[in-house]
């Protein structure tokens, strides 16, 4: 069973176009992490959020944490090829406190 | 340091075979960790080391796979009698902590098929 379900989990837009992915759960995040993949290597680290209604900002993605630490989401303004990939919210609960639990992954498709 | 090593990056064996994989974590980081991956979806969690500690399996973790940790270094997965649904990525990953401040860093996982 998935803990953390993420929003949508396809999604192929053109250059330019903002996007927003969600990731969802019913449990109590005492953090969230976001990670990019690209096809064939391991996933990389991009965020980290701790603090209820956090919002980070890295270059054109902004990713914001729930105020109930239950979700989070990260926006893309003006998409670029380059952003292609699998984007994956992972988080850490209270009860599994020695390892990050991913959510189900949103796949993205930057035409150019 | 080179980051997170995993070999052999791609694997093709016969149903019922065994295999083992191997990964070499960044050196400074204690903690180990690994997942499997299909395509398109997220990680699931294997297993857990701290050190030469294995301290958590998952219930994914049948008893044909088995992991270690010798001397808290490099980690090697083995899957015994592989099955053909045993066909994925396999995720390695090191970390110093978890939470604030710590993430992992992957290697680039060791792609599995079992024909």
């Known amino acids: 069973t998935q803990l953390l379900e993420q929003s949508p989990q396809f999604l192929s837009i053109q250059e330019g176009e903002n996007l927003t992915v969600y990731c969802n759960s019913s449990s109590v995040f005492s953090s969230l992490q976001w990670y990019r993949q690209e096809p064939g290597e391991g996933p990389v680290l991009l965020v980290t959020?701790?603090?209820?209604?956090e919002v980070k900002k890295l270059k054109r993605l902004t990713f914001q944490f729930g105020d109930a630490r239950k979700d989070s989401s990260l926006h893309i303004t003006a998409a670029q090829p380059g952003d292609t990939g699998l984007y994956l919210c992972a988080g850490l609960y209270g009860g599994a406190t020695n390892k990050l639990i991913f959510g189900t992954g949103t796949l993205l498709a930057v035409q150019p | 340091d080179t980051g997170v090593s995993q070999n052999p990056r791609h694997k093709i064996t016969k149903r019922g075979q065994n295999v083992t994989f191997r990964c070499d974590p960044i050196s400074e980081h204690n903690r180990l960790y690994w997942y499997r991956q299909t395509l398109g979806q997220g990680p699931e969690f294997l297993t857990y080391?701290?050190?030469?500690?294995?301290?958590?399996k998952s219930r994914l973790l049948s008893d044909r796979f088995s992991a270690e940790r010798p001397k808290g270094s490099f980690s090697t997965l083995e899957i015994q009698r592989t099955e053909q649904g045993d066909s994925a990525m396999y995720l390695c990953a090191s970390s110093l902590g978890l939470g604030a401040g710590y993430g992992y860093t992957f290697g680039s996982g060791t792609r599995l098929t079992v024909v």
């Open positions: 080391f701290q050190n030469e500690a294995q301290l958590e």
């Open positions: 959020v701790v603090t209820g209604g």
